[in-house]
């Protein structure tokens, strides 16, 4: 599914229009007749249904779904915001459609009669502001839209709750608390940020039936990774194949005081598919992980105060890297990571403490003739930015794909939404997992399932996709049936994995 930007929505609407044909109230009577079949499954014939009509194209629409409705028997009435004359173009073609079935609509003259008919009303469908937005509410809006969020009402959003900008990095106030909202054809990318996200409620994209070939071609696009994508693209096992052809992998990290990530992080890869796994970390931690992670080998490294001091002792010939987890933040860290990233003929997967190590060697990893993967929270790439992490939350989307392009990485900014950039700026958004993750744990489970994935035979961005995807989509399985989202264990999510696998 793409996501677009304000944008690239208008430029795919102007191409339908003006190259294909498809005029603007067409798009307008698919957008509201769609939008209205989505309605239907929110209300009930018994509800009384209140639409409120803004001056632009997102008020045409809301014509389309009145005439719609009521057309089906629904108890409907329409109060518009503008005066008659403010409303032009598309939507007046379709106010003037709307009045030629014989159906009336009220003009908005005051917030105190919007209250006496509002209350009346058990739902409130809000076509007030579409993409079209710019700063803050106005008036009246800025009065109306506080009105409805404190009704009992069920709020229902078209295209965007009202107020909300469609783009990242646009500041503004006071939106629409929708309950729900029904996208028109491609989510905008406000429906995956911390903080706008939450104005939309539960939403679903309709197909109002642009072309989408425009989109297909974009070369810095981003859509959502779902599951269709990870049946189509997991490599399926070859009968022949043996333990080498499923990725030889190599986990270096771990300390004394941090000895469980990097359990943790081994288990998760074997189970997540790898063949075979050396774990390179200090000898105390290798007697702590010895018995839960018997399918390993090991290396015992050189240590300072129970912190890897030396890579000295590994053969780098493996399929996959990851280093970092638990490995404290010293100073050796960044020549550790130096060596490995210099020697390791394989792709390297950056996580935690290593990302700490990372930032002072940063410039020279565009380099390596190897593919690097980094997966920093919120707050290690915020520090590998220089920027605050709500600055950082801002503008996901761009920060990523700066860092990504200039550095030649790519970057699994983990979160609620987890971001998948590739070094060419194309990016995927992941709404799989839920708040049960947010535990000491998830990250270096996380970090096994993607070095497994990286050792597989697909390409590195199907890899992070589907190994991201597998992780989140665990802790839903487990959520929805054994745990609930306080008891979830990282280490729950290791073996729930067997259950996501088997969904595939
Ligand atoms: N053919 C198409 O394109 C299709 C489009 N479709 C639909 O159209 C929507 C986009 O339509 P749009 O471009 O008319 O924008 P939209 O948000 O409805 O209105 C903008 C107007 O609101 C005003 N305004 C802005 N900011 C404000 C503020 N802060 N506070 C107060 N007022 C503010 C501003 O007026 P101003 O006051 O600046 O004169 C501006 O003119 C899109 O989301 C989808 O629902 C579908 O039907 C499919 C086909
Ligand atoms: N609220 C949330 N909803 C969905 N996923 C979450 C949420 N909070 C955290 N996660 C996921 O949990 C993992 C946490 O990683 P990280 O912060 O590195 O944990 P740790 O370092 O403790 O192992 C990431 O995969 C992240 O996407
Ligand atoms: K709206």
Redesign the pocket.
């Known amino acids: 599914m793409h996501i677009v930007t304000a944008k690239e ?2 430029d795919t ?2 191409y ?2 003006e190259e294909m044909g498809l005029q ?1 109230h067409l ?2 009577e ?3 007749r769609a939008v209205a079949t989505a309605i239907k499954d929110q209300v009930s014939e018994e509800d009384q249904i209140l639409i409120l009509v ?8 809301g014509f ?1 779904i009145a005439r719609t409705l009521l057309q089906q028997g629904y108890s409907v009435e329409v109060l518009q915001i503008p005066n008659d004359e ?1 409303v032009q ?3 007046r073609t379709h106010r003037e459609i709307y009045e030629a079935f014989g159906y009336g609509y009220r003009r908005f003259d005051s917030v105190d009669s919007l209250a006496t008919l509002s209350s009346r009303k058990t739902v409130i469908i809000d ?13 009246p ?2 009065e109306i839209v506080p009105h409805v969020n404190q009704l009992d009402a069920k709020v229902i959003s ?3 709750p ?2 909300v900008p ?1 783009d990242e990095g646009v500041s ?1 106030e006071g939106a629409i608390q929708a309950d729900y909202t029904v996208v ?2 491609y989510p905008k990318t406000s429906a995956f940020l911390q903080h706008t996200a939450p104005y939309y409620g539960d939403w679903k994209a309709v197909d ?1 039936g642009l072309p989408d070939h425009l989109l297909r071609g974009r070369n810095k696009g981003c859509s959502v990774w779902t599951k269709s994508d990870v049946v189509a693209s997991l490599p399926e096992r070859e009968p022949f194949s043996h333990k080498g052809s499923h990725g030889k992998g190599l986990v270096i990290g771990g300390s004394i005081q941090m000895p469980g990530s990097v359990t943790m992080t081994s288990r998760a890869a074997l189970r997540a598919g790898a063949g075979l796994l050396t774990v390179a970390t200090v000898s105390k931690v290798i007697s702590i992980l010895a018995s839960s992670v018997t399918e390993a080998t090991f290396i015992p490294l050189e240590e300072q105060e129970g912190r890897i001091s030396s890579v000295e002792g590994i053969e780098f010939g493996y399929d996959g890297v990851a280093i970092g987890m638990g490995m404290g933040r010293h100073r050796e860290g960044k020549e550790l990571l130096e060596k490995v990233l210099k020697l390791s003929e394989s792709p390297v997967l950056i996580d935690a403490d290593g990302l700490y190590a990372l930032k002072g060697y940063l410039s020279e990893v565009k380099s390596r003739s190897y593919p690097t993967i980094i997966t920093p929270h919120p707050g290690e790439m915020a520090h590998l930015l220089d920027v605050s992490i709500p600055e950082l939350l801002e503008k996901p989307f761009h920060y990523s794909r700066q860092f990504a392009s200039r550095y030649g990485v790519h970057v699994v900014l983990k979160g609620a939404f987890t971001l998948v950039t590739t070094p060419d700026e194309k990016q995927w958004v992941h709404t799989t997992g839920n708040v049960g993750l947010a535990k000491g744990g998830s990250g270096d489970v996380l970090a096994g399932m993607l070095l497994a994935m990286v050792m597989q035979p697909q390409t590195v961005e199907l890899a992070l996709n589907n190994g991201v995807w597998l992780h989140g989509s665990t802790a839903d399985l487990l959520t929805e049936q054994a745990h609930s989202t306080y008891d979830l264990l990282a280490t729950d999510l290791i073996d729930g994995l067997s259950k996501t696998y088997r969904t595939i």
């Open positions: 929505m208008y609407d102007r339908a229009m603007g798009l307008m698919n957008a509201g803004g001056k632009g194209n997102n008020g045409g629409d389309v403010e173009g598309d939507a076509c007030l502001l579409g993409i079209g937005v710019k700063g803050p509410l106005r008036s809006y800025d078209v295209d965007l009202s107020g469609a503004f028109i054809q109002i």
